[in-house]
């Protein structure tokens, strides 16, 4: 009799956590995901974009998969935010050693009318080997933007010329191309270095 | 960010302090003249080129008795600069404008750094280059100026230390 109760208790647990979980998927991934900001990144094997790295190769979302990934957005005529970004990405690269070499890391231009393969070629040059920059048409940087939930924005200057406002964090997927984490800038490196080996170590 | 919204939150609370005791009739003194004004551990990244804008960091420290607003900047290396302030919002957008006055209280430090406060080199007239240096003038509302001569280090560097 108790036996019994204990059992209805556990399948009605298990019933409510299956629809937990039913729900999460239809609000972060299914129909009812929203298209702003503010929530977490897709999955990069339901992404959907096609670019072009600073070696002239095309690549995707599903380039990624099989390897964990580091991504993040930027533009080359970022004077102060994508410069140090980039040198802390390095840093944190150093500090993994081998590990890091294991992985993809990459940066991907939201102003691709002024990052040509060949900046991104010469820009990524000054940073650590494995990262790699992604540019391409327009539509596709949108789309590529829209898979990670960041957004970006480009803002006139005084100077006659533009910048653009973009999201600064770094996303971190496992090797099967699920989202695990993001590194918020200005995040210190005791946090920073952590959550990549999380993702490096994410079974999938 | 977080380094210019404390320097801000702080100036605000100094002011505040430095009004009240003004009001409560505390010592007139003199202008803080530029032997007043420290500016230490000055450095640039290098550009690529002149078409990409440059950044300057450093940290002016006010050690006078008088509070002292940064009103410009000048160098031969670049036909417009301005002190900058890059901000990071809740949903991890950056985004950098006009850091507008910066006023520096007596005794107190402003840090320009990466991802907080920067000079901002516009319109570079010839490229930065590892290694060299340029000279940088800082102007104030007292009519003081500083100038300094700025260390050009990498584009991968985060300050002088490394
Ligand atoms: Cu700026």
Redesign the interface.
């Known amino acids: 009799m108790r036996r019994r109760t204990i059992l209805g208790y556990a399948v009605a647990g298990a019933g409510a956590l299956a629809s937990v979980l039913l729900f999460g998927w239809w609000q972060v991934d299914g129909p009812g995901a929203p298209e702003s900001?503010?929530l977490l990144p897709l999955d990069l094997s339901v992404m959907d974009f096609s670019l072009t790295d600073h070696e002239g190769n095309e690549v995707g979302p599903e380039s990624l998969i099989g390897r964990p990934s580091m991504v993040f957005f930027g533009f080359?005529?970022c004077?102060?935010?994508c410069?140090?970004t980039?040198?802390?990405i390095?840093?944190w690269l150093d500090e993994l050693g081998d590990d890091a070499t294991e992985m993809n890391v990459v940066f991907i231009t939201v102003d691709p009318a002024r990052d040509t393969v060949e900046t991104m070629e010469?820009?990524v040059s000054?940073?650590h080997s494995a990262i790699r920059g992604w540019t391409g048409a327009q539509d596709q940087i949108a789309q590529a933007v829209r898979g990670f939930r960041?957004?970006y924005e480009r803002?006139p200057?005084?100077?006659g010329?533009y910048?653009m406002?973009?999201?600064?964090?770094v996303f971190l997927f496992d090797r099967s191309g699920r989202f695990v984490s993001?590194i918020?800038?200005?995040e210190p490196r005791e946090f920073a270095v952590p959550k990549i080996r999380r993702a490096l170590e994410e079974e999938s | 960010m977080q380094i210019g919204k404390a320097v801000v939150k702080k100036n605000h609370l100094i002011k505040v302090l430095v009004s009240l005791l003004t009001f409560v009739g505390a010592p007139t003194s003199t202008l803080a003249g530029s032997e007043d004004l420290v500016v230490e551990g000055a450095w640039a990244r290098a550009s690529i080129g002149t078409s990409r804008p440059g950044a300057a960091y450093m940290s002016i420290r006010n050690t006078g008795d008088t509070p002292v607003t940064i009103v410009g900047l000048a160098t031969p290396i670049a036909q417009m600069s301005e002190i900058h302030e890059t901000r990071t919002n809740a949903e991890g957008v950056s985004s950098m404008s006009s850091a507008g006055e910066i006023t520096i209280e007596p005794g107190q430090n402003v840090a320009l750094e990466p991802g907080g406060l920067h000079a901002m080199l516009m319109r570079l007239q010839s490229p930065m280059q590892e290694g060299e240096s340029f000279p940088l003038t800082l102007k104030f509302d007292n009519g003081s100026t500083v100038e300094i001569v700025v260390p050009i280090l990498g584009i991968a560097a985060r300050g002088p230390s490394e």
């Not at chain 1, 406002?165 to 964090?169: D, F, G, I, R």
């Open positions: 900001t503010g080359t005529y004077p102060d935010v410069p140090t980039l040198s802390d390095s840093g010469e820009y000054y940073f960041a957004s803002v200057t005084e100077s010329d910048t406002n973009h999201t600064a964090s993001m918020d800038y200005h």
